[in-house]
């Protein structure tokens, strides 16, 4: 494989993760109940129903507090999602510190991703989104020990 075509493979992928990162945050920042995104595995989670949970006086408040919450994280994924985006626009993964420095943190972040879904919420639609982002991270990561080898040979 030519050097050009590997390195499309290495920063392609890792800017679709960021802006996939960025889609998933803005449908958490402005989706009515962004809880109800993942309303199965949530449930089983609590092991009762939201209609149950929210219909109690006491809980009254809390779908506010939960739509606080998923708004935060959705800023959250935003911000991160156009940092991976930038960072990859701006270095295009030309250097290999700037290939292993990305490859580690989000390989770290996905490995706890990993852990946190299939021990918490092992039915949630997430887990989906979470496998197709590491298919492009693996592939991103193939194309990283490829070029690596071919810039030694050179």
Known sequence: MNHKTLHNLVW???FLIGLAGAVLG???LFLYEPWLLDQAANEA??????EELLSAEINQNISSYLT??????????IGLGMLICLYVLVTFMGTSRARKGLLIVL???FAATFFLEYS??????LINLTDGLVA???LSFWATIRLSREEKDL
Do not use: C, E, H, K
Request: proline share 9%; hydrophobic share 60%.
């Open 107 to 109: 390989g770290i972040f």
């Open 136 to 138: 492009l991270y693996l």
């Open 45 to 50: 989670v609590i092991q009762i129903t939201f």
């Open 26 to 28: 803005f449908l958490l």
């Open 120 to 125: 918490l919420i092992p039915t949630s639609p």
């Open 12 to 14: 392609i992928p890792m």
């Open 68 to 77: 606080a919450l998923y708004r935060f994280f959705g800023l959250l994924y």
